[in-house]
């Protein structure tokens, strides 16, 4: 049992853990810890593993990846999708203005979200972004309003709750029923003849987006099986179907998980697709860590190593603010230690920050060869690590940098103290 994750464009070279062709430790003295470092090559061959998938050997395309960017939204990093071609899936209008001043283009921008408000629906409607996914009818309601406002129709999605178990952490499963997310499967039908009377909003497509981290196909071939059953049956009652929107949700690997490849898993779907005579629809992807996990890692410089009676602690400069995962889902990342120092004694640690919580974990009962000073890596935190941190305990957020060969660019300077307070102000004496 591996208790690493199987990494690309990371690896150890002369007893020392790089990002492509430079050194982490080069990183670290360079633009100090915490820092989010991405390699360019691994974001790269993640998104062409789809698109290997995505387009036919006559060059045709029978699918579109669209990034779902809640996962990691530096601007560096859309960029290099927005480049390949990548679409994206967007929750708010902050990730739309994130696409927008990245390249992206709105007409590869889908809308998903159960709590869109007024104000992104004008912002996306006059973007113009490809499809709204709408999650009730009191949303698709308000959305033809908007639209009928501005004078504008807006295309329109809806999101199917398949009820079926992705086999995830409960957490990050939305596809099972008593489940916030999505229209129940019985009521998909009523729903699209709802939206057919409005006149501001016009039906393209369906979607569904049952979970993360799922590390099997059954769950999505159940979830694709029932969709294409409500298209059929759709389109027996006149209302027609153009696109299929099958979500995201591809795990990855942290430690022992096998989840399917991309290409395979890709092609799975759209072969099945294809096999069931549903060949004409265009075709949506929506992941997210599948694509960014493992391309990022948190560097991170021990502080000090402080013996307990029942444990050792390791505490570092990062912390729950800057990886919020361990602390929210008990997830698990591996830790290595930059450097192989083979002179010092294996202990087992508990990985922690400096932050006044319990819950301040990173990674527990860890052996380490480390001594003050040096770093560790904190593994596949490319997805859901610098976007879900906060300023807890008035922490400016890590730097992010990006690899690329022999080049490190900083993508994102860490954030200033004065600046975390920069918009409060005291009562007027
Ligand atoms: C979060 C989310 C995704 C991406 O999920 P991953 O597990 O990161 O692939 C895709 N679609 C929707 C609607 C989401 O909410």
């Known amino acids: 049992m591996s208790l690493f994750p199987k990494l690309n464009g990371f690896f150890i070279r002369h007893d020392l853990w790089h990002a492509e062709e430079v050194s982490l430790a080069t990183i670290a003295e360079q633009f100090g810890t915490p820092t989010y470092v991405y390699s360019k090559k691994a974001l790269t061959d993640a998104f062409n593993a789809y698109e290997t998938a995505c387009i036919r050997t006559d060059g045709s395309r029978r699918a579109r990846v669209h990034y779902a960017m809640k996962a990691n939204s530096n601007l560096a990093i859309l960029n290099v999708f927005a480049k390949l071609g990548s679409g994206f899936d967007i929750v708010s209008a902050g990730e739309l203005a994130r696409v927008l001043a990245a ?19 004008i912002a996306a409607l006059q973007a113009g972004v490809k499809c709204f996914n709408l999650e009730s009818i009191p949303e698709l309601t308000r959305l033809n309003e908007v639209a009928g406002s501005l004078g504008i129709k807006a295309r329109i999605s809806i999101r199917v709750n398949p009820d079926v178990d ?13 489940n916030k997310f999505g229209i129940a499967y019985d009521d998909v039908i009523a729903t699209y003849q709802a939206a057919s009377t409005m006149p501001f909003c016009e039906i393209v497509g369906i979607d569904c987006h049952i979970g993360s981290q799922i590390t099997e196909i059954s769950p999505y071939m159940d979830a694709l099986d029932r969709v294409l059953h409500l298209i059929s049956t759709l389109d027996a009652a006149g209302i027609k179907i153009r696109h299929l929107d099958i979500g995201g949700g591809l795990g990855i690997s942290y ?13 799975t779907l759209l072969d099945h697709i294809e096999e069931k005579g549903f060949g004409h629809l265009e075709v949506l992807f929506e ?7 493992n391309a990022g890692l948190l560097l991170t410089t021990i502080e000090y190593l402080k013996p307990g009676e029942t444990k050792n602690f390791c505490i570092v400069d990062a912390a729950m603010n800057d990886l919020m995962r361990p602390a929210m889902y008990e997830a698990y990342h591996a830790i290595v230690a930059v450097k192989n120092k083979s002179s010092v004694p294996e202990v087992m640690y508990d990985i922690v920050g400096p932050i006044c919580e319990s819950g301040d974990w990173l990674g527990r009962d860890r052996s380490l060869k480390v001594e003050p000073g040096e770093h560790l890596a904190i593994l596949s935190a490319g997805a859901y690590g610098f976007t879900m941190s906060s300023n807890y305990n008035t922490r400016g957020r890590a730097a992010e940098v990006m690899v690329d060969g022999s080049k490190v660019h900083l993508i994102r300077e860490r954030e200033t103290i004065q600046s975390l307070f920069a918009n409060e102000k005291v009562l007027p004496a």
Do not use: C, Q, W
């Not at 390249?103 to 629906?121: L, Q």
């Not at 992705?166 to 008593?178: A, E, R």
């Not at 430690?255 to 092609?267: L, S």
């Not at 992941?287 to 996990?293: C, D, Q, T």
């Open 103 to 121: 390249g992206g283009s709105a007409d590869k921008i889908v809308f998903s979200g159960v709590g869109k408000s007024k104000v992104e629906m």
């Open 166 to 178: 992705p086999k995830t952490h409960p957490y990050i499963s939305t596809g099972l029923k008593g």
């Open 255 to 267: 430690t022992n998980e096998t989840p399917p490849a991309i290409t395979e898993f890709a092609n």
């Open 287 to 293: 992941p997210g860590r599948s694509l960014v996990g």
